[in-house]
């Protein structure tokens, strides 16, 4: 009985293929291909932007509903919001900057391919018949 896991197996395993029109290849290069792989940077930047907007509508809705004892709570709640609001902007642009980065990365990668020459090759089609071999005549002698 043979291992199919042995790598010594002289068996080959099926390969079944479905046919599509056509397959477009990229090229990338270890730099885009890194990029691609962190992902957007910005992801936690944007987390943080979320929770402080949250923070800081959360204390306008207690300025705008509470009524304080001290002035230093209400002095609090409105430093948080403007806080808040500050910091949660600024991390929304930094997210936004790296966002369109990894987007002109794609871009880049995407304009490599000339629609144009997809075209053309898409209406001759591709040569996927062998060739047959040419009579020559040595070697019929």
Request: include cysteine; aromatic fraction near 8%.
């Amino acid at each position: 009985m043979i291992n199919p896991n042995s790598p010594l197996s002289d068996e080959k395993p099926l390969i079944r293929r479905g046919r599509v029109d056509s397959v477009n290849l990229y090229e990338v290069k270890e730099n885009e291909l890194e990029l691609l792989e962190k992902g957007p940077a910005g992801t936690v930047q944007l987390n943080f932007a979320i929770f402080l907007f949250s923070m800081a509508f959360t204390c306008i809705v207690a300025l705008a509903t509470a009524n304080f004892k001290w002035k230093i709570m209400e002095t609090i709640f409105a430093i948080t919001t403007v806080v808040g609001i500050l910091l949660g902007t600024y991390l929304v642009l930094i997210w936004w900057r790296t966002k369109a980065s990894i987007t002109r990365v794609v871009l880049a990668i995407r304009n490599r391919i000339d629609d144009n020459v997809s075209q053309v090759e898409l209406q001759e089609g591709p040569n996927t018949q062998p060739k047959e071999p040419e009579d020559d005549e040595t070697s019929h002698n």
